[in-house]
């Protein structure tokens, strides 16, 4: 069973910085495209960021120039770096990997924006 755990959320004031980072839980081949959503309440989860294993990126527009998203295929890791953050950046934020047909999810990190 893969698994993937994110780190790095936190309370940051509007204007801060935090880097989420994700790893598998163990170890796990052919991983595809990677990405970052997030979850603020009341709201569907929607997509922030992605990278495909070449290196290729897309944003949301909510979150151009601000964050930005990479990986380390050697290692199986993710990580977005987020800048400038806003409060209406507060949510919960998910890892996702894709393994051929398949999607995996962290449990999820808390990222607040408030001051």
């Known amino acids: 069973q893969v698994q993937l755990v994110e780190s790095g959320g936190g309370l940051v004031q509007p204007g801060g910085s935090l880097r989420l980072s994700c790893a598998p839980s163990?170890?796990?081949?052919?991983?595809?495209?990677m990405g970052w959503y997030r979850q603020a309440p009341g709201k569907q989860r929607e997509l922030v960021a992605s990278?495909?294993?070449?290196?290729?990126?897309n944003y949301a527009n909510s979150v151009k120039g601000r964050f930005t998203i990479s990986r380390d295929n050697a290692k199986n890791t993710l990580s977005l770096q987020m800048n400038s953050l806003k409060p209406e950046d507060t949510a919960v934020y998910y890892c996702?990997?894709?393994?051929?047909?398949?999607?995996?999810w962290g449990q999820g990190t808390q990222v607040t924006v408030s001051s």
């Open positions: 996702n990997a894709k393994i051929t047909i398949f999607n995996y």
């Open positions: 163990g170890s796990i081949f052919g991983i595809g495209a």
């Open positions: 990278i495909t294993r070449g290196g290729s990126t």
